[in-house]
T-cell receptor, first 114, second 113 residues
Framework: ETGVTQTPRHLVMGMTNKKSLKCEQHLGHNAMYWYKQSAKKPLELMFVYSLEERVENNSVPSRFSPECPNSSHLFLHLHTLQPEDSALYLC?????????????FGNGTRLTVT | QQPVQSPQAVILREGEDAVINCSSS?????VHWYRQKHGEAPVFLMI?????EQKGHDKISASFNEKKQQSSLYLTASQLSYSGTYFC??????????????FGKGTKLSVIP
Protein backbone atom coordinates (compact mmCIF):
# COMPACT_ATOMS: atom_id res chain seq x y z
CA GLU A 1 0.00 0.00 0.00
CA THR A 2 1.71 3.18 -1.19
CA GLY A 3 -0.90 5.72 -0.06
CA VAL A 4 -1.46 6.63 -3.71
CA THR A 5 -4.02 4.52 -5.56
CA GLN A 6 -4.37 4.43 -9.32
CA THR A 7 -7.15 2.85 -11.37
CA PRO A 8 -7.36 1.02 -13.62
CA ARG A 9 -4.10 -0.94 -13.40
CA HIS A 10 -4.30 -1.90 -17.07
CA LEU A 11 -6.10 -0.22 -19.96
CA VAL A 12 -6.32 -1.11 -23.64
CA MET A 13 -7.93 1.45 -25.89
CA GLY A 14 -8.32 2.17 -29.56
CA MET A 15 -7.14 5.40 -31.09
CA THR A 16 -10.67 6.77 -31.31
CA ASN A 17 -11.68 5.95 -27.73
CA LYS A 18 -12.02 8.30 -24.79
CA LYS A 19 -10.96 7.05 -21.39
CA SER A 20 -9.82 8.43 -18.06
CA LEU A 21 -7.16 7.46 -15.54
CA LYS A 22 -7.87 8.08 -11.88
CA CYS A 23 -5.51 8.76 -9.00
CA GLU A 24 -6.36 9.18 -5.31
CA GLN A 25 -3.91 10.00 -2.53
CA HIS A 26 -4.56 9.34 1.15
CA LEU A 27 -1.49 11.14 2.49
CA GLY A 28 -2.83 14.66 2.93
CA HIS A 29 -0.37 16.02 0.38
CA ASN A 30 -0.81 19.34 -1.45
CA ALA A 31 0.73 18.51 -4.82
CA MET A 32 -0.12 15.81 -7.35
CA TYR A 33 1.71 14.78 -10.49
CA TRP A 34 1.33 12.77 -13.68
CA TYR A 35 4.47 11.09 -15.03
CA LYS A 36 4.88 8.98 -18.15
CA GLN A 37 7.26 6.01 -18.08
CA SER A 38 8.20 4.49 -21.44
CA ALA A 39 10.61 1.66 -22.07
CA LYS A 40 14.26 2.77 -22.07
CA LYS A 41 13.31 6.39 -21.39
CA PRO A 42 13.49 8.37 -18.19
CA LEU A 43 10.37 9.27 -16.28
CA GLU A 44 8.79 12.26 -18.01
CA LEU A 45 6.86 14.86 -16.02
CA MET A 46 3.55 15.68 -17.68
CA PHE A 47 1.50 17.81 -15.29
CA VAL A 48 1.64 19.09 -11.71
CA TYR A 49 -1.17 20.44 -9.57
CA SER A 50 -0.61 22.28 -6.32
CA LEU A 51 -3.68 22.94 -4.17
CA GLU A 52 -5.84 22.08 -7.20
CA GLU A 53 -4.12 24.64 -9.43
CA ARG A 54 -2.06 23.49 -12.39
CA VAL A 55 1.49 24.71 -11.87
CA GLU A 56 3.43 22.72 -14.47
CA ASN A 57 2.52 21.64 -17.98
CA ASN A 58 5.46 20.16 -19.83
CA SER A 59 4.40 20.64 -23.46
CA VAL A 60 2.09 17.68 -23.35
CA PRO A 61 -0.14 17.12 -26.43
CA SER A 62 -3.73 18.26 -26.01
CA ARG A 63 -4.98 14.69 -26.37
CA PHE A 64 -4.02 14.41 -22.68
CA SER A 65 -6.21 16.53 -20.43
CA PRO A 66 -5.67 16.62 -16.64
CA GLU A 67 -8.26 17.45 -14.02
CA CYS A 68 -7.81 18.01 -10.30
CA PRO A 69 -11.20 18.47 -8.59
CA ASN A 70 -9.69 18.48 -5.08
CA SER A 71 -6.34 17.94 -3.40
CA SER A 72 -6.91 14.18 -3.07
CA HIS A 73 -7.97 13.32 -6.60
CA LEU A 74 -6.34 13.64 -9.98
CA PHE A 75 -7.57 12.49 -13.37
CA LEU A 76 -5.98 12.17 -16.78
CA HIS A 77 -8.50 12.25 -19.59
CA LEU A 78 -7.39 10.58 -22.80
CA HIS A 79 -8.76 10.96 -26.32
CA THR A 80 -7.57 10.27 -29.84
CA LEU A 81 -4.35 8.72 -28.60
CA GLN A 82 -1.53 7.39 -30.76
CA PRO A 83 0.25 4.03 -30.44
CA GLU A 84 3.37 5.84 -29.18
CA ASP A 85 1.34 6.95 -26.16
CA SER A 86 1.43 3.37 -24.90
CA ALA A 87 3.33 3.51 -21.60
CA LEU A 88 3.05 3.25 -17.84
CA TYR A 89 1.38 6.36 -16.42
CA LEU A 90 2.36 7.09 -12.86
CA CYS A 91 0.64 9.38 -10.43
CA UNK A 92 2.57 10.85 -7.52
CA UNK A 93 2.03 13.25 -4.65
CA UNK A 94 4.20 15.39 -2.39
CA UNK A 95 3.84 17.75 0.55
CA UNK A 96 5.56 20.65 -1.22
CA UNK A 97 7.92 21.45 -4.05
CA UNK A 98 10.28 18.73 -5.23
CA UNK A 99 13.25 20.82 -4.10
CA UNK A 100 12.90 19.26 -0.67
CA UNK A 101 9.85 16.98 -0.74
CA UNK A 102 9.95 13.35 -1.86
CA UNK A 103 7.47 11.96 -4.35
CA UNK A 104 5.12 9.16 -3.35
CA PHE A 105 4.13 7.16 -6.42
CA GLY A 106 1.15 5.00 -7.19
CA ASN A 107 1.53 1.63 -8.91
CA GLY A 108 0.65 3.10 -12.27
CA THR A 109 -1.74 2.39 -15.13
CA ARG A 110 -0.29 0.33 -17.97
CA LEU A 111 -1.84 1.85 -21.10
CA THR A 112 -1.83 0.13 -24.48
CA VAL A 113 -3.12 2.02 -27.51
CA THR A 114 -4.10 -0.19 -30.44
CA GLN B 1 18.29 18.35 -19.27
CA GLN B 2 18.23 14.91 -17.73
CA PRO B 3 20.99 13.70 -15.40
CA VAL B 4 23.25 10.91 -16.59
CA GLN B 5 23.39 7.74 -14.56
CA SER B 6 26.16 5.16 -14.61
CA PRO B 7 26.42 2.26 -14.91
CA GLN B 8 23.30 1.39 -16.89
CA ALA B 9 23.22 -2.07 -15.35
CA VAL B 10 25.14 -4.05 -12.77
CA ILE B 11 25.01 -7.62 -11.50
CA LEU B 12 26.15 -8.36 -7.97
CA ARG B 13 26.44 -11.43 -5.81
CA GLU B 14 24.90 -11.21 -2.36
CA GLY B 15 27.23 -9.41 -0.02
CA GLU B 16 29.02 -7.37 -2.69
CA ASP B 17 29.04 -3.58 -2.81
CA ALA B 18 27.96 -1.25 -5.61
CA VAL B 19 28.11 2.44 -6.46
CA ILE B 20 25.66 4.21 -8.77
CA ASN B 21 26.53 7.66 -10.04
CA CYS B 22 24.34 10.53 -11.16
CA SER B 23 25.81 13.55 -12.96
CA SER B 24 24.24 16.77 -14.12
CA SER B 25 25.33 19.56 -16.43
CA UNK B 26 23.47 22.08 -14.22
CA UNK B 27 24.15 23.38 -10.74
CA UNK B 28 21.96 21.34 -8.45
CA UNK B 29 19.80 22.32 -5.51
CA UNK B 30 18.85 18.78 -4.53
CA VAL B 31 19.08 15.17 -5.62
CA HIS B 32 16.49 12.43 -5.07
CA TRP B 33 17.04 8.66 -5.21
CA TYR B 34 14.29 6.10 -5.88
CA ARG B 35 14.14 2.35 -6.41
CA GLN B 36 11.60 0.62 -8.62
CA LYS B 37 11.00 -3.11 -8.61
CA HIS B 38 9.45 -4.74 -11.65
CA GLY B 39 5.73 -4.06 -11.83
CA GLU B 40 5.76 -1.81 -8.78
CA ALA B 41 5.79 1.90 -8.01
CA PRO B 42 9.09 3.76 -7.62
CA VAL B 43 9.87 4.03 -3.92
CA PHE B 44 11.63 7.03 -2.38
CA LEU B 45 15.02 6.28 -0.80
CA MET B 46 16.45 9.68 0.15
CA ILE B 47 16.90 13.34 -0.72
CA UNK B 48 20.17 15.23 -0.47
CA UNK B 49 19.55 18.91 -0.04
CA UNK B 50 22.90 20.59 -0.05
CA UNK B 51 26.34 20.02 -1.35
CA UNK B 52 28.45 17.75 0.74
CA GLU B 53 25.48 16.16 2.43
CA GLN B 54 25.59 12.45 3.05
CA LYS B 55 22.70 10.31 4.13
CA GLY B 56 22.00 6.68 4.68
CA HIS B 57 19.77 4.11 6.20
CA ASP B 58 20.46 0.45 6.68
CA LYS B 59 23.26 -0.28 4.20
CA ILE B 60 22.25 2.20 1.52
CA SER B 61 23.78 5.65 1.63
CA ALA B 62 24.38 8.56 -0.71
CA SER B 63 26.55 11.60 -1.11
CA PHE B 64 26.11 14.87 -2.98
CA ASN B 65 29.09 16.73 -4.42
CA GLU B 66 27.78 20.17 -5.28
CA LYS B 67 30.96 21.33 -7.00
CA LYS B 68 31.05 18.31 -9.28
CA GLN B 69 27.28 18.46 -9.75
CA GLN B 70 26.94 14.80 -9.02
CA SER B 71 25.61 12.35 -6.49
CA SER B 72 26.51 8.76 -5.73
CA LEU B 73 24.42 5.99 -4.20
CA TYR B 74 26.31 3.36 -2.22
CA LEU B 75 24.90 -0.11 -1.60
CA THR B 76 26.88 -2.09 0.93
CA ALA B 77 26.73 -5.86 1.51
CA SER B 78 23.95 -6.17 -1.05
CA GLN B 79 20.90 -8.31 -0.38
CA LEU B 80 18.54 -9.98 -2.83
CA SER B 81 15.93 -7.38 -1.89
CA TYR B 82 18.14 -4.63 -3.33
CA SER B 83 17.40 -5.78 -6.88
CA GLY B 84 15.54 -3.23 -8.97
CA THR B 85 16.07 -0.13 -11.05
CA TYR B 86 17.53 2.88 -9.26
CA PHE B 87 16.67 6.36 -10.46
CA CYS B 88 18.17 9.67 -9.51
CA UNK B 89 16.13 12.82 -9.91
CA UNK B 90 17.61 16.30 -9.88
CA UNK B 91 16.37 19.78 -9.07
CA UNK B 92 18.53 22.58 -10.51
CA UNK B 93 19.13 25.80 -8.58
CA UNK B 94 17.10 27.61 -11.21
CA UNK B 95 14.14 25.39 -10.38
CA UNK B 96 14.44 25.34 -6.60
CA UNK B 97 10.96 26.78 -6.12
CA UNK B 98 9.25 24.63 -8.71
CA UNK B 99 7.86 21.13 -8.94
CA UNK B 100 10.24 20.05 -11.68
CA UNK B 101 12.13 16.87 -10.94
CA UNK B 102 14.13 15.47 -13.85
CA PHE B 103 14.98 11.79 -13.74
CA GLY B 104 17.87 9.84 -15.19
CA LYS B 105 17.31 6.72 -17.27
CA GLY B 106 17.95 4.45 -14.33
CA THR B 107 20.45 1.80 -13.30
CA LYS B 108 19.24 -1.78 -13.26
CA LEU B 109 20.74 -3.64 -10.30
CA SER B 110 20.48 -7.42 -10.09
CA VAL B 111 21.61 -9.24 -6.97
CA ILE B 112 22.10 -12.98 -7.35
CA PRO B 113 22.71 -15.65 -4.67
Amino acid sequence: ETGVTQTPRHLVMGMTNKKSLKCEQHLGHNAMYWYKQSAKKPLELMFVYSLEERVENNSVPSRFSPECPNSSHLFLHLHTLQPEDSALYLCASSTGTTANSPLHFGNGTRLTVT
Amino acid sequence: QQPVQSPQAVILREGEDAVINCSSSKALYSVHWYRQKHGEAPVFLMILLKGGEQKGHDKISASFNEKKQQSSLYLTASQLSYSGTYFCGTVPYSGAGSYQLTFGKGTKLSVIP
